[in-house]
């Protein structure tokens, strides 16, 4: 069964610290992993996507890594914002004739001043 | 504003009725995706319209049914309610058929409150 594992649950930090979430997933065939933001009762804005061969990629202040070998990612914050404070969700998509997404619980952030 | 657009904001019901959520596509997309979000739950796929024809299906139940018209809106058809599909309801859009690096894009969502 694919499932995608994302840690912490919920994180605290002061503004202007950097932190890194964590995805862990058994999806397979593995197509593709993306990071999302999602504020409070707000839909889901895409944040990074990575490819098989891809092991880095950025988006401003956010740095997404992947392994594929150990099936992780991670999602690097930089001087954190008080705007940074939403769910972060982790969503790997399978090839299985069709594309299958398999979506994290999400990791809660709280960045406060 | 990610340009996909969803009607109504707020929806509140009673068991046992039926009611039907609206999804407008960002211009030009093809793929019309639909999610459930309950509370304190994570995002679950319900089911992918691509060009009008279901691509992909995830965890939707069968008092559930949607559809993509030619113009490519599509609605979420929710039948026979029960208090558990009081959720968050998505909509999301893609330009292509999902995979690969084709960028979803949600909209802002419908509440439905069953009471």
């Known amino acids: 069964k694919n499932q995608v594992e994302q840690s912490p649950q919920s994180l605290i930090i002061l503004e202007g610290k950097n932190c890194t979430l964590q995805?862990?997933?058994?999806?397979?065939?593995?197509?593709?992993l993306r990071w999302y933001k999602q504020d409070t009762g707000r839909g889901p804005v895409s944040l990074t996507i990575?490819?098989?061969?891809?092991n880095t990629k950025s988006n401003g202040r956010y740095t997404a890594t992947l392994d594929a070998d150990t099936k992780q990612s991670s999602l690097h914050i930089t001087a954190s914002q008080l705007s940074d404070s939403a769910s972060y969700i982790c969503?790997?998509?399978?090839?299985?004739?069709?594309?299958?997404?398999?979506f994290g619980k999400g990791t809660k952030l709280s960045v406060i001043p | 504003d990610s340009g996909v657009t969803q009607t109504p904001k707020h929806l509140i019901t009673a068991t046992g009725q039926r009611v039907t959520l609206r999804c407008s596509p960002r211009?030009?997309?093809?793929?019309v995706y639909w999610y459930q979000q309950s509370l304190d739950q994570g995002l679950q796929f319900l089911i992918q319209?691509?060009?009008?024809?279901?691509?992909a299906k995830g965890n939707i139940l069968e008092r559930f049914s949607a559809q993509q018209f030619p113009d490519l809106h599509s609605e979420l058809n929710l039948s026979s309610l029960e208090l558990g599909d009081s959720a968050l309801y998505f909509c999301?859009?893609?330009?292509?058929?999902?995979?690969?690096?084709?960028?979803?894009?949600f909209g802002p969502g419908t509440r439905l409150t069953v009471l």
């Open positions: 999301a859009s893609s330009p292509r058929t999902g995979g690969g690096t084709d960028t979803q894009y």
């Open positions: 995805c862990n997933y058994t999806v397979s065939p593995f197509s593709n």
């Open positions: 990575m490819t098989f061969s891809e």
């Open positions: 969503v790997v998509s399978a090839w299985a004739g069709s594309y299958q997404l398999t």
């Open positions: 211009s030009g997309d093809l793929s």
């Open positions: 319209y691509y060009n009008g024809e279901e691509r």
